[in-house]
C-alpha cells in the first residue's frame, strides 16, 4: 500500500514536471511570435512617421506648393514651416503658417489651437535685446 502511494506521487511529480517544461517551451513560443509581430509593427509605424517626417520636409519643392521655397524656414513642431511671403524681393508682405499632413493625418490638439490664436489674430512681436555686459568679450 505504501508503495502504490509512492508510485502515484512520482507519477504525479513527473507529470508536473514535464507539465511545466511544456507550458515554458508553449510560452516561449508564443512570446516569440508576439515579438515578431510587434517588432513588425513598430518598424511598419517607424517607416511612416519618418516618411511623413521626410515628405512635410520636401513639401515646398513639390509641384503644386504654392509658396516659394526659399522664402519657407521649418520649424516641425508645432507647425511646420512659417512662410516669408515676399522675402525673395525684400519685402515681406505676409507671414504664412503652414502644417503639411499627407494621407488620412488630422490636425493635433495643439496645431487646431496654434491654428485658432492665428485666425483670432493673437499673434504679436516681440523684440528681446540682450544685455551688453553678456556680449561683450572679456580679455
Known sequence: MVFADLDTIIILFVVAVIAYFLGRILRDLY???QIDAIRKDAIKRSRAVLGGQFSEQLAPFLPDFPFSPTEC???GKPVDFIVFKGMDG???EEVVFVEVKSGK???SGPEMVLRDAIRERRVSWVEFKI???LTKSKG
Open 90 to 92: 525684400k519685402a515681406i
Open 31 to 33: 512570446w516569440k511570435e
Open 105 to 107: 493625418a488630422t490636425l
Open 73 to 75: 524656414r521649418f520649424i
Open 131 to 133: 544685455p551688453e555686459e
